[in-house]
């Protein structure tokens, strides 16, 4: 169950609130595939509005990398790349993750993301490589890099790096929850 770090959850509402802390923080690759928080997310997006890069996210968070990509690959902006990035990135397509990150140059998301990582993990955690991770320039790729590198070789990264990737997730939520309102 992940936790609201970064998450402006005072505009949610309950039900979406319980969705989120519900489902199982997702792993770096393509689990947790929850299925409970699937059939949550289907009922609540069936009686809600919500933009295509929130739905896309939520897709995510239930683990259906195949619903999340068949949202995201149709939104024509950074926000449905940058969703659509992280989709290939836990599905081990990491060269098509990086070629969709590359479309978000510039992300306000990026900044907040750096910024975060610097502020909050010890430069000594798992030998991480901070220099990139702490750069907004940076930072998307070097993620899609340690992922891979955790998932084949660097077993110590997968925890730091699973908050990160949940920091990633809340931060780019805020943003595209955030654009809908306004």
């Known amino acids: 169950m992940p936790k609201f770090d970064l998450l402006n959850s005072c505009r949610l509402d309950v039900e ?12 770096l ?14 009922t609540w997006l069936e009686r809600n509005r919500l933009v295509a890069p929130c ?4 897709w995510l968070l239930a683990g ?3 619903q999340s990509h068949e949202l995201s690959q149709e939104i024509k902006s950074s926000d449905g ?6 989709m290939h990135r836990r ?13 978000t140059h510039g992300h306000p998301v990026h900044q907040q993301l750096a910024s975060t990582i610097e502020s909050s993990i010890n430069t000594k955690t798992a030998d991480l490589p901070m220099q990139l991770l702490c750069q907004p320039t940076t930072v998307a790729g070097a993620l899609v890099d340690c992922c891979q590198q955790a998932l084949s070789t660097r077993e110590v ?20 929850y955030d654009s809908q309102a306004n």
């Open 64 to 66: 259906d990398l195949h």
């Open 91 to 103: 599905e081990g397509d990491f060269w098509n993750a990086k070629y969709w990150f590359q479309r």
């Open 157 to 176: 990264w997968r925890e730091p790096l699973t908050q990160i990737c949940w920091w990633e997730w809340q931060l780019l939520w805020n943003h595209c």
């Open 29 to 42: 690759d393509s689990l947790p595939c929850c299925a409970r928080t699937g059939r949550a997310v289907r």
């Open 55 to 58: 739905a896309a996210g939520l």
């Open 81 to 86: 790349s940058f969703w659509h990035g992280i």
């Open 16 to 27: 979406l609130i319980d969705i989120i802390l519900e489902s199982p923080t997702a792993g």
